[in-house]
């Protein structure tokens, strides 16, 4: 059946392939007006396990509430006696232009989810003309996506490994194939206890259990467009170095035993000597790390706690965000993600100072429920909202939007967020 994850996010299956169709029908997109009701179509198309891998958090999920409690903690302060007629909400990422402040976020595991989903996320990012970004754990080659969506604006993420020739290796596959930028993930050294899946009895694949399978046969149109047409690939960005890969259980097992769990500055020196690129290192949170990996040369941090996925009560990257961009926002590029849902959540974030947002789960759920065109719905969601907002700010471009424009309410021991 199908595999899962063990110690990080990522993908499943034993087939690679570029042509793709989804076979089954599509949801009323008038009828979907947020992430929750992508959040609804997924549920009913997925099988329990796969949903919940998609949906779940670490442990007893605070860090995962907490992200989207913080912001609701952060209300508006609008300027109302203004013209804003005309709006943009066109931007800079990394330094080049952009229709909206917006990413999607790395995903590992996305080819359980729905056939195809890389090409389908990255063609939908590059319809919308914002980035997408590729994850070493990915169900289709660094080559093949490239060729799949030649148009497309692509990023690429790096699960460190014990290997520095297949670090190098992988850096320069994607620079040979037009990424901009190289995302290095360093917030999950740890295998993470995730007691969704733990209780799923989905580890290495899904357990063969009478529940697991009447959850899977619940799900027909799952099964033909994700089982049956696409067939689930067998981690394509690793299985050239690694001929001991020959389906997703060995591919697990590779990723799991070859990771390098010990991550440090010197690492980060050696990766930037090879990349020449955008350089970002993903699961920063706090300002004096990211004094840190900037002396290592780094052009860049994603703060962020891997959406609630790993450690436990992680404080929520906004909450970090004042922090970090004081220490740091003039010479780094700082992107946040974990929980962003709404234009409301991303025009918060770059009122704190960030330069622009990912979205991971959001994604995820799009594509589960409609294909690229779920994932253009969503973008299409989003940038609205963030348009609006901008209006009822009072503003008529991001970079009007300060701290000024929020309303931020105390810690319950006296103190707010550093910064705020
Ligand atoms: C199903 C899933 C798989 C993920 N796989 C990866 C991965 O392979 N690499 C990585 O750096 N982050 C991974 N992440 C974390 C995302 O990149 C991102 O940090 C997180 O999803 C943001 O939170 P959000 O889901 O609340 O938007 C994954 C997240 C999810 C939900």
New binding site residues.
């Given amino acids: 059946m199908v595999g899962a994850s063990v110690g990080?996010?990522?993908a499943l299956g034993s087939r690679s392939r570029v042509a793709f169709s989804r076979v089954t029908a599509m949801p009323n997109f008038k009828q979907i007006h947020n992430v929750e009701d992508l959040r609804r179509h997924a549920a009913a198309y997925l099988p329990k396990p796969v949903f919940d891998?998609?949906d779940g958090g670490a442990e007893g999920e605070a860090a995962l509430r907490n992200?989207r409690e913080v912001f609701d903690r952060i209300r508006f302060r609008p300027r109302t006696v203004a013209d804003v007629a005309v709006r943009r909400i066109d931007t800079t990422l990394l330094g080049k232009p952009t229709a909206a402040p917006i990413a999607i976020?790395?995903?590992?595991?996305l080819s359980s989810f729905a056939p195809h989903a890389e090409v389908s996320m990255a063609k939908a990012c590059a319809a919308a003309g914002i980035p997408y970004c590729l994850?070493?754990?990915a169900g289709i080659s660094i080559e093949d996506l490239r060729a799949a969506v030649p148009e497309a604006r692509l990023w690429f993420?790096l699960?460190v490994f014990k290997d520095d020739a297949l670090n190098r290796a992988l850096v320069e596959r994607a620079h040979a194939a037009g990424y901009d930028a190289l995302?290095i993930?360093t917030d999950?050294h740890v295998a993470p206890k995730r007691e969704r899946d733990r209780r799923n009895g989905f580890s290495l694949s899904l357990d063969k259990t009478p529940r697991n399978i009447a959850h899977v046969l619940s799900r027909p149109r799952w099964i033909w467009d994700v089982m049956i047409k696409a067939g689930l690939p067998s981690m394509p960005v690793l299985s050239p170095h690694a001929p001991e890969i020959v389906d997703n259980i060995s591919a697990t097992r590779f990723f799991v035993q070859n990771r390098r769990y010990g991550f440090d500055y010197a690492h980060l020196k050696e990766l930037r000597r090879h990349w020449k690129g955008k350089l970002l290192v993903?699961g920063v949170m706090r300002a004096d790390e990211a004094e840190q990996v900037a002396a290592c040369g780094a052009d860049g941090v994603v703060m962020?706690n891997?959406?609630?996925?790993n450690l436990e009560y992680a404080a929520a990257p906004l909450e970090m965000l004042p922090e970090v961009v004081d220490a740091v926002g003039k010479r780094l590029h700082v992107l946040v993600?974990?929980?962003?849902r709404r234009g409301t959540d991303v025009v918060k974030a770059l009122a704190l100072g960030a330069e622009g947002v990912?979205?991971?789960?959001?994604a995820?759920f799009a594509v589960a429920a409609g294909g690229e065109a779920g994932v253009g719905h969503l973008i299409g969601l989003t940038k609205d909202e963030i348009d609006r907002t901008l209006g009822y700010l009072g503003c008529t471009a991001l970079d009007q939007l300060d701290r000024d424009h929020l309303l931020v309410d105390r810690a319950p021991w006296g103190r707010n967020a550093p910064g705020l």
């Fill in positions: 990080a996010d990522h891998f998609i992200n976020a790395p995903m590992g595991g994850s070493t754990a993420q699960y995302m993930t999950t993903k962020s891997h959406g609630g996925r993600d974990s929980g962003f990912l979205m991971g789960r959001p995820a």
